[in-house]
């Protein structure tokens, strides 16, 4: 696949990069939650019934031997797979496509955060 990457860190929660596919209009993002320092904890749904938000899609998986959750509004559009890489540090791996591309975007981000999970732990030497 063919496509271009520039990174972002001007992002709010932490550096980000972005690849985009322009034949197939089909985008991934890799976000390094680096500013809130909450890990995985981030991104779990607040106790009260009108805090947070309320996933249609949430499953809980491994990426990498980490915790993760795949999270997603409109499965058949997006998906966010957000890996716990320690109780302070969390890298989110989403997979933009056009709607009606399949009828299920996470299954097709868990690889991609597998790749990037493994590429992580190459940097780091392990």
């Known amino acids: 696949m063919e496509a271009t990457g520039k990174s972002d ?13 322009p034949v197939t209009a089909r985008t991934v993002r890799v976000a390094f939650a680096t500013t809130h320092r909450q890990g ?13 938000w309320v996933w249609r899609v949430w499953r809980e998986l491994t ?5 993760a ?3 997603t509004q409109d499965p058949q559009w997006y998906c966010t797979v957000t890996v716990g890489l320690a109780d302070d540090a ?8 056009r709607v009606g591309d399949t009828h299920d975007v996470c299954a097709a ?6 790749l ?8 780091a030497g392990r």
């Open 40 to 52: 995985l904890s981030a991104i779990y749904p607040s106790p009260g019934p009108d805090e947070g």
């Open 116 to 123: 990037v999970v493994a590429m992580l732990k190459k940097g």
């Open 63 to 67: 990426v990498g031997g980490y915790p």
């Open 69 to 71: 959750v795949a999270t």
């Open 9 to 21: 860190r001007t992002e709010p929660n932490g550096p980000t990069c972005l690849w985009e596919n």
């Open 109 to 114: 981000t868990g690889p991609v955060a597998e």
């Open 90 to 97: 969390a890298v989110g791996v989403s997979l933009v496509g």
